[in-house]
């Protein structure tokens, strides 16, 4: 999950991180009187979109009076940026920068462990820094069983070359970041730029973090800092009737049941051709209501022109599954989009027999069950 700039660094700023006093605002009056309450300029305008890289495309101004803030508020409030609609904007008090650098910690999948990344060339996106100038990026594995070190924080000030008068705001930066990585159970927490100001300290200018989804249980708290107006009003609705939903881009519509078949069910599509529209794991049960929001959210695409059921029924009966859709068809009047499906396992005899006579096309096997949708999307 992730959540906007403003919202990053209160997190951060509850964990020691220094970070610029700011409010955000959603009109230009309320922006007005923002800068007014901060008695000084210059001030920075910052788009609150969860895109990154809003810097080059035009959501991030610094002014130097009201006129400008004024102007920069309209111009940033209803930006486009990426596709994301700018609706709330940071107002804070500009940072004198001297020194822009790039300190990040991420759940590192390949090593299996959190990787504190560092760059002394900040500013810019580390996918950027990543291929102009790989070497200058540090990256220091902290392994789970050992944990993160003050000796890792003094290698990473000693790498960065942090002035002396900065080593103190430099590890409540440091320490604040991978608190809050490690207590808020985060894929990724990111401060870009971490600036060395004029006076010679450390200020986190910028921040990114993302949580993970599978451990947001555990923070009920954090659950209110999701911007639903940011997701993809798909998964949106999905997460409300607990649907596993990941939306994607091809027109074959998947309804499985259980995680590791839908994973396999989009390989198989993939590999006769056609284009999974979508991640769906309707879970064990597969009642006529879940299949028949499953049936609703999965259509609601525009794109999508074939549904492919893949059902195992393993501890599932085959049987219910048909009855499900059955009645889900029955509550969709108005549905006209081609279904194949493939059901085996625990009576799947009694279900092909239910099944049999309506317009739903049956598979015997998931290779034909998915050979059939991409014909039959192709065509379409
Ligand atoms: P991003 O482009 O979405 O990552 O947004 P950032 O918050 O990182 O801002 C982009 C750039 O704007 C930074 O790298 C800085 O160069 C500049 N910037 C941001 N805040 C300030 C500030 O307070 N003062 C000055 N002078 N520049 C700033
Ligand atoms: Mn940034």
Redesign the pocket.
């Known amino acids: 999950m992730k959540i906007h ?1 403003y919202q990053a660094k209160e997190l951060l700023a509850s964990y020691g991180v220094p970070t ?1 006093k700011g409010k955000v605002a959603t009109t230009v009056a309320e922006a007005e009187k923002i800068a007014t309450d901060l008695m000084c300029w ?1 001030v ?1 305008v ?1 788009a609150q979109v969860h895109m ?5 495309a035009g ?2 101004k ?1 002014v130097k009076d009201m006129d400008g803030l004024r102007a920069a508020a309209k111009a940033i409030l209803g930006l486009d940026i990426k596709g994301s609609i700018v609706r709330k904007i940071l107002i ?1 008090p ?4 001297r020194k ?1 650098i790039y300190l990040g910690i991420i759940m590192d999948r390949a090593s299996q462990r959190p990787v504190i990344m560092a760059c002394a060339e900040g ?1 810019v ?1 580390i996918e950027e820094l990543a291929v102009t100038h790989p070497d200058a990026i540090m990256k220091l594995g902290v392994p789970p069983t050992y944990g993160f070190r003050a000796h890792h924080l003094r290698d990473v000030a000693k790498f960065l070359n942090i002035p002396a008068t900065a080593i103190k705001s430099f590890n409540a930066i440091m320490n604040g970041l991978v608190k809050t990585f490690y207590e808020k159970d985060c894929d990724l927490a990111e401060i ?2 971490l600036v060395i100001n004029g006076t010679g300290e450390a200020i986190a ?2 921040a990114k973090i993302t949580f993970d989804e599978n451990a947001l249980y555990r923070h009920p708290e954090l659950e209110l800092l999701r911007d639903d107006g940011e997701e993809e009003p798909l998964e949106v609705e999905a997460r409300e009737k607990k649907l596993n939903y990941v939306k994607l881009d091809g027109k074959i519509g998947c309804i499985v049941n259980g995680a590791g078949l839908a994973m396999g069910t989009m390989d198989i599509v993939k590999h006769f051709g056609g284009e999974p529209a979508n991640f769906l794991d309707i879970g064990g049960g597969a009642k006529a209501e879940q299949v028949a929001d499953a049936l609703a959210l999965i259509t609601s695409d525009p794109a999508v022109n074939t549904v492919f059921f893949n059902i195992f029924g393993g501890i599932v009966r085959c049987d219910l599954v048909a009855e499900g859709i059955l009645n889900a068809l029955q509550s969709l009047p108005n549905f006209n989009v081609p279904i194949v499906i493939r059901l085996s396992g625990t009576n799947e005899e009694k279900a092909r027999q239910m099944l049999e006579g309506t317009k739903l096309h049956l598979a015997a096997t998931m290779a034909e069950g998915a050979k059939k949708a991409v014909e039959i999307s192709n065509r379409g």
Do not use: A, S
């Open positions: 700039e610029p210059p920075v910052k990154g890289g809003r810097g080059k959501g991030v610094v804070e500009g940072v004198d920068i822009e500013g996106e870009n730029p200018c910028d």
